[in-house]
């Protein structure tokens, strides 16, 4: 079936630094790209989502690109800070639908004071 | 935000048993919900789509005779593990879809359900 990569499964970074995680997706039908952070025990929260008629979207330290032709996405956090620690997860629509979702396998962020 | 709950949030139940989990959105009605797996440090794994009135859409590989999905109001959709065996010992985590947001396509979380079985 359809898949999200998503690289690196790991990342260590120092505080005031930036991140950057990234994804490919196989569908080319989908049409929706969310981001969601999942610290240790709880739910996913959604941070950032971007759709694909757009490239780039901004909320504050967070962005998201996309690259439709590419198939690949990323997410960008800037001035990282210790809170920032968690998982991230990418996910791409299945389909145009943009209801269901393909996740990636998660990004482990360590920001370290 | 819109916020959805399981319940139990944790069960432990013996092989050959069945076990039922349910996910409410508790502010919002939510005519599709979404039941995920996740294993130790691993993804999300859609399992199923809960539609509202209607069948549920299973995933490949995803026996729908082994985890029953329904989704009998707008609330309220249940996933019943049927006679659970070890390898089903995981998180299970619902999610649901709140049509009335103007950001439709967002997910919102219940906190999760872990199921061991004996």
């Known amino acids: 079936g359809e898949n999200v990569e998503q690289h690196p499964s790991t990342l260590s970074v120092q505080e005031g630094d930036s991140a950057v995680i990234k994804c490919t997706y196989s569908?080319?039908?989908?049409?929706?790209f969310p981001w969601y952070k999942q610290e240790l025990g709880k739910r996913p929260q959604l941070i950032i989502d971007?759709?694909?008629?757009?490239g780039e979207k901004k909320d504050q330290r967070i962005a998201v690109t996309l690259n439709k032709t590419a198939k690949h996405f990323s997410l960008h956090i800037t001035e990282t800070q210790p809170e920032d620690s968690a998982v991230y997860f990418c996910a791409a629509s299945i389909g145009d639908s943009g209801y269901a979702l393909n996740f990636g396998k998660g990004t482990s962020l360590l920001v370290t004071p | 935000g819109a916020v959805v709950s399981q319940h139990p949030s944790r069960v432990i139940c013996k092989s050959g048993t069945s076990v039922k989990i349910e996910c409410r959105s508790l502010?919002?009605?939510?005519?599709?919900m979404f039941w995920y797996r996740q294993f130790p440090k691993k993804s999300l794994m859609l399992m199923a789509t809960s539609n509202e009135g209607s069948k549920a859409t299973y995933e490949q590989g995803v026996e729908k005779d082994k985890f029953l999905i329904n989704h009998a109001s707008l609330t309220l959709s249940t996933l019943t593990v049927t006679s659970a065996h070890p390898e089903d010992s995981s998180f299970y985590i619902c999610s649901a879809r709140d049509p009335g947001l103007a950001s439709y396509n967002e997910q919102f979380f219940g906190p999760g359900t872990r199921l061991t079985v004996l």
């Open positions: 971007i759709r694909s008629n757009v």
């Open positions: 569908d080319s039908a989908s049409n929706y």
């Open positions: 502010d919002f009605q939510a005519t599709t």
